[in-house]
T-cell receptor, first 111, second 116 residues
Framework: GESVGLHLPTLSVQEGDNSIINCAYS??????FIWYKQESGKGPQFIID?????DKRQGQRVTVLLNKTVKHLSLQIAATQPGDSAVYFC??????????FGAGTTVTVRA | NAGVTQTPKFRVLKTGQSMTLLCAQD?????MYWYRQDPGMGLRLIHY???????AKGEVPDGYNVSRLKKQNFLLGLESAAPSQTSVYFC???????????????FGPGTRLLVL
């Protein structure tokens, strides 16, 4: 079964607000985590990654937080824009090279 | 640099027909992957390849075959298509996944397959 899951399948956010997308994982051996963004009709696009020896990593308008104690991963998007509307997937590496994906959270940005 | 490309973009098959999906990458990546994506589910790994001439099974390999005759190409074949294989298929590639310098997977645009 799925070892990576997202807490909510959908998220509606007002333009300009911050978004928080959550993900729970179950494999303690995973040491690398990735967030992907998938727009309609396109393939998943890399957003940001984090290794298990870190608890926070920041990119451009995005921050990923990792809590290994409770096996929780989150993606924060600052000042959400209409172009951020997409499906967001978290993925983990339970072994060397195969990613395990969650089901995804659909983010809709309201104008 | 086109990245990862997939052909065709869309295809309709009748049950029992066969077809081959082509994935090509121009990034000199060693590892290549085929996933399928179904509504409400994440991507599930069908087959993967760790280098030219090698292939291995993923989570959901039944009903599919693959070949990696050239480093830049990874083919996914359906010998006898079934309605359960209606899905969107994504190809991905990555560098050497050394645990010290793991590289992310880069995805193609997808192939939408409908089996009637």
């Amino acid at each position: 079964g799925e070892s990576v899951g997202l807490h909510l399948p959908t998220l509606s956010v007002q333009e300009g607000d911050n978004s928080i997308i959550n993900c729970a994982y179950s494999n303690s051996a995973s040491d690398y985590f990735i967030w992907y963004k998938q727009e309609s009709g396109k393939g998943p696009q890399f957003i940001i990654d984090i290794r298990s020896n870190m608890d926070k990593r920041q990119g451009q308008r995005v921050t990923v937080l990792l809590n290994k104690t409770v096996k929780h991963l989150s993606l924060q998007i600052a000042a959400t824009q209409p172009g951020d509307s997409a499906v967001y997937f978290c993925a983990e590496t339970p072994n060397d090279y195969k990613l395990s994906f969650g089901a995804g959270t659909t983010v809709t940005v309201r104008a | 640099n086109a990245g990862v490309t997939q052909t065709p973009k869309f295809r309709v098959l009748k049950t029992g027909q066969s077809m081959t999906l082509l994935c090509a990458q121009d990034m000199n990546h060693e590892y290549m992957y085929w996933y399928r994506q179904d509504p409400g589910m994440g991507l599930r790994l069908i087959h993967y390849s760790v280098g030219e001439g090698t292939t291995a099974k993923g989570e959901v390999p039944d009903g599919y075959n693959v070949s990696r005759l050239k480093k830049q190409n990874f083919l996914l074949g359906l010998e006898s298509a079934a309605p359960s294989q209606t899905s969107v298929y994504f190809c991905a590639s990555s560098y050497y996944p050394d645990r010290e310098e793991w590289e992310t997977q880069y995805f193609g645009p997808g192939t939408r397959l409908l089996v009637l």
